[in-house]
């Protein structure tokens, strides 16, 4: 099972519940927990290399594991994936990934304002899912970020409802930190 979104979508936050609901998760710890993270970012190296070498599905079977949106494309054909796909307001994520950035010392490109990349993300958001929902190995649920932290107790069951698994729906739901949800913006599910 693939987590994916755009970067600061929440898909660290659908791991911690995949984890806490009993779902082994494929990370190797290699991008510590920082203020940005405090939980942990969940992540596997080898994903990022997907197109070249994806000998790392060899060892995912029933396992979670996270991949940014835009290496969805990368996954290879042959063989069936269920994808839960993490949704956020773009104002949220355009929010915390300024503050982010920010911390590491790093700044906004002057080539290109908030405005433009919330279009480029909304453009890629489309393009990602119509390509998901064409695709025949792919098993898609939506998960709403604001609906994860506000509603902790339905999302956990849709998840389980959608993986077809009896996970430990209270330890997904208590895995949830309200507090780290630090970048508002206008709202929930469209």
């Known amino acids: 099972m693939i987590v994916s979104g755009l970067p600061r979508s929440g898909t660290s936050m659908m791991m911690q519940m ?33 197109k070249d070498d994806a000998s790392w599905l060899e060892t995912a079977p029933g396992k979670a594991v996270k991949m ?26 355009l929010a915390s990934q ?11 490109s002057a080539d290109i304002d908030d405005e433009q990349m919330e279009m480029l993300f909304a453009k890629h958001l489309t393009q990602v899912m119509e390509w998901l929902t064409s695709q025949p190995q792919m098993s898609v649920i939506e998960v709403w970020h604001a609906d994860a ?6 999302v956990a069951a849709k998840v389980a409802d959608f993986l077809g698994l009896d996970l430990d729906r209270s330890h997904m739901v208590a895995a949830v930190d309200g507090g780290l949800h630090r970048n508002r913006g206008t709202g929930a599910t469209p």
Do not use: C, H, W
Not at 98 to 108: P, V
């Open 18 to 50: 995949l984890e806490a609901g009993g779902i082994q998760i494929l990370s190797d710890g290699e991008r510590q927990a920082d203020d940005d993270n405090p939980k942990g970012y969940y992540e596997l190296e080898a994903v990022k290399k997907t």
């Open 68 to 93: 940014i949106s835009q290496l969805l494309l990368d996954l290879p054909v042959g063989r069936e994936y269920r994808v839960i796909f993490m949704r956020r307001d773009l104002t949220e994520i």
């Open 149 to 154: 932290v506000t509603k902790p107790d339905q």
């Open 98 to 108: 300024a503050k982010m950035l920010a911390r590491r010392g790093g700044g906004k």
